[in-house]
């Protein structure tokens, strides 16, 4: 039976458990809130300290010789990169008269397709007199060089085609001849001859004419793009507004804090490995979670956690009395806490006789503060022995690193542990857990402090070993004593009620 639990446990429990992910960088919203913070704050002075350069912008509409109505943008990002060349930035120096290296002038402008015919380009200068003079630089400079480059490719076509033309007229007038020897009079097989040279006449014409026509369209074609491509957005410079841009950039640093501030408490997370989720913690500590006390974030919330505080009290006063031997409050992570409710629960002891808290924590919760009058005794560890056997101790200690084990046994022979969520890892739950085990103190039940808000997981364990045994000696612990009082009763029963319905009569 125990083996099939055992292996629908671990057949149960998730490779990447994602609810204690998330759970884990919820709690640690202080940290990526900060991040985001200082990504705002540094976009925003990212722009106060490099406010923009002033700017200019143009566009170009650009014609093209061979533009097509499903052309996909092609002809305009071969300008765009024709625009980034050293040849357009030296044209465009030499207008400005300048002596920049055109590398370093090719890095403050930059170009982009707008349409299938239409430049836009934007340009950096020292002000904006000067980048809307770089911008007109610039277009005149790429008109030009667009301009230039179509005349001489449709230039050098229309010379393909003249002499093409040129090379078919001289092939005629060699037909012409042939035609022009031969004698009207003869054989057949002459006049079969004559007829294809009068075919190869007709085709050799046809061409020519093609020809002609074709160079005839190339040079009229060159007019049109040269009358296309022109300014059509004159020079402009672009006005910044710094406080839109300032917005802006501290928009862009705060959405990259958050991702980066998001991103280091989730590495964070798993790498530290600290349990927040109530099932997590129960299951590393081998212990149920009997009570949990919250933080208030909000100032209408004091009165609602007094209220719970009230409850983990009553609680813990309760699991206390319940049991003859001293038990002691063991804290991991919530030292002041601990002491506020080893002294609440004290207060309420103290109603039922005298009640003496033993201070084992290694800081002045206990022992530093001033004791105010009704409040319970406050003694150390080494003053614990001359305590009378009536007077109730309640032991409070600390299970944190560095902690001295073999002490923990004489602040209580059992233990709640008071333990802040997400405050230490799995490997250390269980090494208090192993320690406790050693030591032979038991664990009544854990007191969870800070928990996650949205956990709805349950801290109870159902099938502890401890738990298991420690339940099953008490209910034979109780038919014992309910076995020996009946037997001691009997007799009694026995001697004053008749035996049968015939004595009775």
């Known amino acids: 039976m125990t083996t099939s639990k055992t292996s629908d446990a671990s057949v149960a429990a998730p490779l990447f458990d994602l609810q204690g992910l998330v759970a884990a960088v919820r709690r640690r919203r202080r940290l990526w809130c900060v991040v985001a913070l200082v990504g705002l704050l540094l976009g925003a002075a990212v722009t106060v300290v490099r406010p923009p350069l002033p700017s200019a912008t143009t566009k170009v509409l650009v014609a093209h010789q061979d533009d097509q109505p499903n052309d996909t943008g092609t002809l305009i990002r071969t300008d765009v990169e024709l625009l980034g060349t050293t040849r357009i930035a030296t044209e465009a120096l030499k207008t400005l008269k300048s002596a920049e290296n055109p590398e370093d002038f090719m890095q403050e402008y930059r170009g982009a397709g707008v349409t299938n015919n239409l430049l836009q380009i934007d340009v950096t200068g020292e002000s904006d007199a000067d980048a809307v003079a770089r911008a007109k630089a610039l277009a005149d400079a790429f008109v030009a060089d667009h301009v230039r480059r179509m005349r001489e490719a449709a230039t050098a076509e229309a010379k393909a085609l003249r002499d ?37 006449r007709a085709e050799l014409n046809s061409r020519i004419a093609d020809f002609d026509q074709r160079a005839e ?22 006005r910044h507004s710094l406080p839109k841009a300032a917005v802006t950039n501290a928009g862009i640093g705060f ?7 998001i991103a280091a408490a989730a590495v964070g997370a798993v790498v530290a490995g600290r349990p927040v989720l109530r099932r997590e913690i129960a299951a590393h500590l081998g212990a149920s979670v009997i009570a949990e006390l919250r933080r208030p974030s909000k100032l209408w919330q004091r009165r609602r956690t007094r209220a719970t505080r009230e409850r983990l009290t009553t609680t813990l006063v309760r699991t206390v009395r319940g ?18 409710i080893a002294k609440d629960v004290a207060r309420e002891l103290a109603a039922e006789g005298r009640v003496v808290i033993v201070d084992g924590l290694p800081g002045p919760e206990l022992s530093g503060g001033r004791q105010e ?44 542990l008071v333990v802040r969520a997400g405050h230490g ?8 857990a192993r320690q406790l085990s050693d030591q032979r ?22 099938d502890g070993l401890h738990i298991a045994l420690r339940v099953h000696s008490e209910r034979l612990a109780r038919q ?17 009620v008749p035996d049968n319905d015939q004595e009775a009569r």
């Open 164 to 200: 093409q033309r040129d090379r078919m007229r001289d092939e005629l007038a060699k037909v012409n001849k042939s035609i022009g020897d031969r004698s009207p009079e003869g054989d057949p097989k002459a006049s079969a001859s004559i007829e294809s040279l009068f075919a190869r």
């Open 217 to 238: 369209d190339a040079r009229v074609g060159t007019p049109r793009v040269v009358a296309g491509t022109q300014i059509v957005d004159a020079p402009r410079a672009v």
């Open 255 to 261: 959405l990259l804090g958050l991702v980066l501030g």
């Open 323 to 340: 049991t003859a031997e001293p038990v002691s409050l063991l804290e991991l992570g919530c030292a002041r806490s601990t002491s506020l």
């Open 373 to 416: 009058q009704g409040e319970p005794a406050v003694v150390s560890g080494g003053r614990a022995a001359a305590l009378p056997q009536q007077v109730r101790r309640l032991g409070v200690g600390s299970v944190a690193p560095g902690t001295a084990w073999t002490d923990l046994q004489y602040l209580g022979s059992q233990t709640v």
């Open 425 to 432: 890892s799995a490997t250390w739950l269980h090494t208090v």
């Open 441 to 462: 103190i038991p664990v009544i039940g854990v007191v969870l402090i800070d928990p996650d808000p949205r956990d709805r997981t349950d801290g109870t364990l159902w």
């Open 480 to 496: 014992d004593e309910m076995g020996r009082s009946r037997k001691e009763r009997q007799p009694i029963w026995a001697a004053g």
